[in-house]
């Protein structure tokens, strides 16, 4: 309802991720745990249909 | 307006406001692209908006305490009030030849206050790229967003890069009904961190209205309306409808609803489709009667649609009208939109803009917080909400006509400045950016006219609007003036544009060039013809181009159907492609149609390469990528003449397109560019620049030099 939901994660892993995500270019840990997470999900989310993907885009008036 | 008015309508606006903070709002009804609505039940919406609210008012001086003391500033900001205005496109060059003869007074006064420069823009000269680098202060690997379009790798289909609209697929059969038991995952794709945001971290407020790549909004300590990709109600980036009396002929080849009117000569009749219904199998299309009763006599027709009437005369645009659907018992969902009978003689044609998602009723999350889009509607009247909300569709397709494109868009326009000056005019401390699209929507339209010999101007003798864009330019200049005349000290104004323009004559079809020179195959029996790359054979494809600058390569482990190895293998046919399209020569014009291709390995940093295309097309000018490559089709030829109406454009060589910055002070750097933006206004607050931020700031953070804003 409210948009987010909390996970606990041990301190010593979001020392490690505070570190990298700062070197990798993500403006906060969350961004990197975000993305990490997001990357995983994509492999086993279904893609969108044809169908929704020219209603998506219908009246983008860069490409018609 | 009087003054008197003026006053009372504040003070229902912000009574409005404080009552919408307090009361329940209206069931929360999201509109999902082919997804219809999802519903969090009436009740349960009511009673924790109330409960929320409350607690909310009874928390607000503790949680304000809170925040100044744990954000207390540990520097001292150097201004008071921030102000950017953005003029998206603005050319530089346009804008230095009107200065030089004197049409653009106020630009001139800001130059002599401050400074001019040009402005380096993002690789590639995109909106939704540029604006994402100007809000983020970084590159696009950073920030994610590489072009209007991204490419799923697992389909090859086309999606916007900007946002992603779920599904739902769980419900609750209620008799004929049945309940969503979920919302649509709604997902803003830019990454990092906008500066606003940071701003919030530091206790400085801003308001960000329509800046490009804010849908669904930030949450922040500020006010946001949402802008570029806000769908309309009908989950497209805009299709506009026309109802007509003409034979059915091929339906419109870009987009847009043609729709039979049956009946007459005095009366007809025809069925509006909204936005599909989720609450009934099937997701059938919520719909309206429409009337027309034409007087051709008197010259005019009545217009009904719904409950609503109006009565014009042809050519003339109505105001927003606001039309309700009734999505099931006791939930509605309204859209507004405008009309014009375009004829209305032995034939009778409605032109209905696109379904803009009512701002007073918002049946999606277009601002933050949730209430200030009502808030605008309560102050400013009904405003357009669609991302991309001037028609150009319509217009390319000959629907409506120069004139009517150009009402629309300065409707528009003046509804921007209202709500700008609103802001502005409320604003004490902190920070205000509003984006104003005229500029672009305008040179995009009307860019034929500047030049004789243009495609998409052969045939048109002495058109009426052929000064569109240098009236455009001192429209602008006036809004510069007003802005000026409102600035105090401590003041800083800045006016700049996300990129230039340059003339689009010659369409250049990536793909077809792939395929002549064998790097892409058509599978067996097809011609090429079908849109999204439908027709490609992947398993022999080594590279496509989708998007407006964006090539890939067929990767291994990445696409779906990858052939390509990642390493030596990629790297070689890079480097083949560079190589062969580089100063790819146009033979039919004996010009140069691409300056250069960019390896996005060389030019991008950050965590989000992987979505970035593998190679940019820096088009040079005069050049784009074809409206038929832009939509998947491989067959054609190479070049092509672009004779549409949507005749300028700045998706080419980025260095070609830099766009404007003015100052009210002057800045200690040369050659800014527009990711030196965000880490600016973080200096001006005197917040320690973000550490994920590329840019560079632009002042050499003296407080003397800000102490006075000399409004000459």
């Known amino acids: 309802m409210f948009g987010y939901t909390k996970v606990k994660l041990e301190t010593s892993l979001v020392d490690r991720i505070r570190k990298i995500a700062e070197i990798a270019g993500y403006a906060t840990a969350e961004e990197f745990i975000t993305h990490a997470l997001e990357k995983e999900l994509a492999k086993l989310e279904d893609a969108d249909s044809e169908d929704e993907v020219r209603k998506r885009l219908q009246g983008l008036g860069y490409i018609s | ?712």
């Open chain 2, 1 to 712: 307006m009087t003054a008197s008015t003026a006053r009372l309508r504040s003070a229902l606006a912000v009574a409005a406001f404080g009552l919408l903070m307090a009361a329940p709002s209206p069931a929360e009804a999201y509109i999902g692209p082919g997804a219809g609505f999802a519903l969090i039940t009436s009740f349960a919406v009511m009673f924790t908006t109330i409960i929320v609210a409350m607690v909310s008012l009874l928390a607000w001086p503790f949680r304000t305490l809170i925040r100044v003391i744990r954000h207390r500033q540990k520097t001292t900001p150097l201004v008071k009030r921030l102000i950017v205005v953005g003029f998206d496109g603005q050319d530089p060059r346009l804008t230095e030849r009107l200065m030089r003869e004197g049409k653009l007074p106020n630009f001139k006064r800001l130059q002599e206050m401050g400074c001019f420069h040009r402005l380096r823009t993002s690789f590639p000269s995109v909106s939704p790229v540029a604006w994402s680098c100007f809000s983020t202060g970084t590159n696009p690997g950073r920030h994610n967003i590489f072009d209007f379009l991204d490419r799923d790798p697992r389909t090859y289909l086309p999606r916007l890069s900007s946002t992603h609209i779920g599904s739902v697929d769980r419900f609750l059969k209620i008799g004929s009904y049945r309940i969503p038991l979920a919302k649509p995952a709604l997902r803003l794709l830019r990454k990092s961190k906008p500066f606003w945001t940071v701003l919030g971290e530091n206790n400085v407020w801003s308001t960000i209205l329509r800046v490009p790549i804010t849908f669904p909004p930030d949450k922040f300590y500020g006010a946001q309306l949402s802008a570029m990709c806000v769908p309309d109600l009908l989950g497209t980036q805009g299709t506009f409808m026309l109802f007509t009396t003409r034979p059915a002929a091929d339906k419109f080849k870009e987009g847009g609803k043609r729709c039979a009117l049956a009946g007459g000569p005095d009366r007809y009749q025809a069925t509006l489709e909204g936005p599909e219904n989720m609450f009934r199998a099937g997701n059938p299309p919520l719909q309206l009667p429409l009337v027309v009763e034409a007087d051709r006599k008197a010259g005019r027709a009545a217009v009904r649609i719904g409950e609503q009437e109006v009565v014009l005369t042809p050519g003339e645009l109505s105001d927003w009208v606001t039309l309700s659907f009734r999505v099931a018992p006791g939930i509605k969902v309204s859209g507004i939109c405008r009309l014009q009978i375009t004829e209305l003689d032995e034939h009778l044609s409605l032109y209905v803009t696109p379904l803009n998602i009512d701002a007073e009723k918002p049946a999606m999350p277009i601002s933050h917080p949730s209430y200030y889009a009502t808030y605008l509607a309560k102050k400013i009247g009904p405003y357009a909400t669609l991302g991309l909300a001037e028609d150009t569709w319509a217009l390319n397709e000959k629907v409506t006509d120069d004139a009517t494109f150009l009402e629309q868009t300065y409707d528009i326009d003046a509804e921007r400045e209202a709500m700008f000056f609103a802001a502005l005019d409320r604003l004490r401390k902190g920070c205000l950016v509003t984006v104003f699209d005229a500029t672009d929507r305008i040179q995009h339209m009307f860019w034929r006219y500047l030049e004789e010999d243009h495609p998409a101007a052969r045939g048109i003798e002495n058109p009426e609007h052929a000064n569109a864009i240098e009236e455009l330019y001192l429209h602008n200049d006036e809004l510069v003036g007003k802005v000026l005349g409102r600035l105090r000290d401590g003041d800083v104004l800045m006016v700049l544009s996300d990129h230039g323009f340059e003339s689009f004559r010659r369409g250049v079809n990536l793909n077809a060039w792939l395929l002549e020179h064998g790097y892409l195959k058509l599978k067996q029996g097809s011609d090429g013809s079908s849109e999204w790359l439908r027709d490609v054979d992947w398993s022999q494809t080594r590279a496509y181009a989708v998007g407006l600058t964006g090539m890939f390569l067929n990767l291994k482990e990445r696409e779906a159907h990858g052939i390509v190895a990642p390493g030596e293998e990629a790297a070689a046919l890079k480097a083949e492609l560079i190589a062969k399209l580089n100063g790819l020569r146009d033979e039919e014009e004996d010009e140069v149609g691409i300056n250069e291709l960019f390896d996005a390995a060389a030019i991008y940093n950050g965590p989000y390469m992987g979505n970035a295309p593998d190679l940019l097309v820096g088009y040079n000018a005069g050049y784009r990528v074809s409206w038929d490559c832009a939509s998947g089709m491989v067959a054609g030829p190479v070049f092509e003449d672009n004779v549409k109406a949507w005749s300028g454009d700045h998706c080419l060589d980025p260095r070609l397109v830099p766009g404007i910055f003015f100052c009210s002070h002057a800045i200690d750097e040369d050659d800014p560019g527009l990711i030196d933006i965000a880490p600016t206004a973080l200096q001006l607050f005197g917040i320690q620049p973000a550490r994920h931020m590329e840019g560079r700031r632009l002042f050499d953070g003296s407080k003397e030099k800000f102490a006075r804003t000399r409004a000459a």
